[in-house]
Each structure stands twice: as structure tokens, then as C-alpha cells.
């Protein structure tokens, strides 16, 4: 690629930013460039707003959609800057600007979409289209035949501004995730299930066996808690599903006991509080936690 396109990508993420979405080079396959070596292998821990949440504050665009920012400042910063005269395009984070994007891979599952989903905006791609709406979710992929959803930890490549007026995420799209929750593995014999009425708040005299700090610990379930109570229904299950699994994971490596059961209550409780059904409610968040024990 000529330094000029190079710099009409630069220019292209530039303006994105400034309309506060949040972007990233990507490589000449159309990939997150690769990691530098203090990073590769997640040998820095990872960044704090990953799964793995670590304390990686590396200036480069390391970690993919992680890294993707509206700052032009690191967009135009020297770590940056060697990045992108490899660049091939540019992508971005939608959750991060609250969409949720589509990727219609193919012309049935466009079909399927025009069928079945309110219409919004629409991008064109090489085999079918995205889809953006308004509203951030969980991503998934092969959420049914053909179609793929990219919103929180996940990047998407920019296309273009589109055609269409964007709308609101509509409960259609959430239920996508609904169902492949539904069908995940059970919880391993002796994951238990949990309650909303756990009682006892997460101290150390319920986690025992965990190797993180109270604040640490606290200020985890805080955000989280502050993730399901920002959607409805529907949202507030699938997200309380997600950081039920994100706390899981976060104590796979402690010897354990953690009090698991009493922060998934909470989480419970916080989907609850914005209208979903306990028993909904319970579910997920048994199942979140279930997959993440299963997967470790």
C-alpha cells in the first residue's frame, strides 16, 4: 500500500474518533497487528478491560480490540505510528461506542435479517452486510447460520458510514445470545447452582481460598453489577450471563474457597432489579459461571 492510502486510513480513523468510536489499525490480512514482545503471549497480564483483566497499560495498539481508542493523541503517537504504514484497515470496537454490529455473512442470512429484524443502517461487505444498531451487548460468534455479532470485546472492520437511519437494538437480536446460553454445557458436578439469596456480603470470612485483594475483588463486582442494571430484560440476562463468567474466570487460578455463590447472588439481584425473571436470572448466571469452570 502507497504512503498515501496509509494516510487516508489514519485520516478515516482520525474522524471515527472524533465521533467518539473507538478504532485500531488493522494488518494487510485484515487482522489487529501482533502484540509487541512485552505483551505477546499476554506476558504483561493483559489490559484492564479484557476478560483475563490484567494491569497492561502498554502505549502500543497491542490486544486487538482492547486497544482501540478516540484519543488522537495515541492514535498519531509515535508507538502508533509504526503501526500504521502496515495497516491494511482500520476497525473498531463497537461496544465501545455502544452499537452492536451484524455481520451478515452471506446472502440467506441476509435475507434471514431483512425477514425477521427491524431495519437500520447497513454497510456493505464483501459476501453480505453489518447491520449496526444503537446499544452494546455481548458478542458472539455463529450466532445462528451466517451471522456473527460484535459489539462488547470485539472489533469490526470499517466499511463505511453505510445507508439507513440506525435504530435501536431490538430484543431479537439479544435472544440470538439467549439461546446460545441456553444450550452451553451445564455446570460440572460440584459447580452448584446459586441464589439471589446468598445474604452474606463477599468478605474474607466467605473467601478463604482467593488470592485477590477485597478492593480488587469489590471494585470488580461493582462495574459489573453497574453493566446488568444499565440494560432491560432480555440485555440484563445476557449480561449478567457474561460477568458471571468473567468472575469465574478471574478466580480459576485461586486455591479456593473464593464466595463465588455470593457474588453470582449479586448478580442475580442486580438483573433482577431491572425486570429480569429470577428464575431467568438464576439460570444464566449458573450457566455463566458453569462455562467458565468448564473451560479451565
Not at 453470582?264 to 448466571?285: D, H, K, L, M, Q
Request: aromatic share 4%.
Amino acid at each position: 500500500m502507497t504512503p498515501a492510502p496509509r494516510r487516508a486510513l489514519l485520516r478515516a480513523a482520525l474522524d471515527l474518533a472524533a465521533r467518539g468510536i473507538p478504532v485500531l489499525p488493522l494488518s494487510g490480512g485484515k487482522r489487529p497487528v501482533g502484540n509487541c514482545s512485552a505483551c505477546r503471549n499476554s506476558a504483561c497480564g493483559d489490559r484492564p478491560n479484557m476478560k483475563a483483566a490484567g494491569p497492561c497499560a502498554c502505549a502500543a495498539p497491542c490486544h486487538a480490540w482492547a486497544a482501540a481508542t478516540t484519543d488522537p493523541g495515541v492514535l498519531t503517537s509515535p508507538a502508533w505510528a509504526r503501526a500504521w504504514p502496515e495497516a491494511g484497515a482500520v476497525a473498531y470496537h463497537p461496544g465501545g461506542a455502544n452499537l452492536t454490529v451484524l455481520d451478515l455473512d452471506d446472502a440467506a442470512a441476509v435475507a434471514w435479517a431483512r425477514e425477521t429484524l427491524p431495519p437500520t443502517r447497513t454497510v456493505a461487505t464483501t459476501r453480505g452486510e453489518h447491520w449496526i444498531y444503537r446499544g452494546a451487548m455481548t458478542s458472539h460468534n455463529a450466532a445462528r447460520p451466517g451471522v456473527d455479532i460484535k459489539s462488547l470485546m470485539a472489533y469490526a472492520r470499517w466499511l463505511g458510514h453505510g445507508v439507513g437511519t440506525m435504530t435501536a437494538l431490538p430484543d431479537a437480536v439479544r435472544a440470538l445470545t439467549v439461546k446460545v446460553e441456553e444450550t452451553t454445557p451445564a455446570p460440572r458436578e460440584g459447580a452448584g447452582v446459586v441464589s439471589s439469596t446468598t445474604g452474606t456480603p463477599w468478605n474474607r470470612q466467605v473467601a478463604t481460598g482467593c488470592r485477590h485483594t477485597e478492593t480488587y475483588v469489590r471494585t470488580g463486582l461493582e462495574r459489573g453489577l453497574a453493566m446488568v442494571r444499565a440494560r432491560h430484560a432480555q440485555g440484563a440476562g445476557s449480561q449478567a450471563y457474561g460477568v458471571a463468567q468473567f468472575i469465574a474466570k478471574q478466580h480459576a487460578a485461586c486455591p479456593g474457597p473464593c464466595g463465588l455463590d455470593t457474588l453470582a447472588g449479586a448478580v442475580i439481584a442486580a438483573a433482577v432489579s431491572v425486570g429480569v425473571p429470577e428464575p431467568y436470572a438464576t439460570r444464566a448466571v449458573t450457566r455463566g459461571l458453569g462455562q467458565a469452570v468448564s473451560a479451565v
